[in-house]
């Protein structure tokens, strides 16, 4: 079973930059599709990007496409989430999920999650 860890959150102005990364362990990374969500105070999770096993395919939310950058380095076992241009709406905590079998923007969908990692956004 695989374990997610996010890590590279925290505060940031807006228009700033971050860049998030979530490593896996115990398991074949490269199996499992990866996919990111976030959740704000008082809001459902909602999706963010989602990427699959071996980066061909890549899908964003209208929210952050244009702003944000999914990738993966499977020999790393690590997905990243590059974000620029960043607003105050940005602000959330971020989930790295994993699940094996393509690609979904679903959350229900994904086997597997991390804690979470909290990226606050100031104007």
């Known amino acids: 079973q695989v374990q997610l860890l996010e890590s590279g959150g925290g505060l940031v102005q807006a228009g700033g930059s971050l860049r998030l990364s979530c490593s896996a362990s115990?398991?074949?990374?490269?199996?499992?599709?990866m996919g990111w969500f976030r959740q704000a105070p008082g809001k459902e999770r909602e999706f963010v990007a989602t990427?699959?096993?071996?980066?061909?395919?890549?899908n964003y939310a209208d929210s952050v496409k244009g702003r944000f950058t999914i990738s993966r380095d499977n020999a790393k076992n690590t997905v990243y989430l590059q974000m620029s241009s960043l607003k105050p709406e940005d602000t959330a905590v971020y989930y790295c999920?994993?699940?094996?079998?393509?690609?979904?923007?679903?959350?229900?969908?994904?086997?597997?999650w991390g804690q979470g990692t909290q990226v606050t956004v100031s104007s």
């Open positions: 990427i699959s096993r071996r980066s061909s395919f890549t």
């Open positions: 999920a994993g699940r094996r079998g393509l690609t979904t923007i679903l959350s229900y969908e994904y086997e597997y």
């Open positions: 115990r398991g074949t990374f490269s199996i499992y599709a």
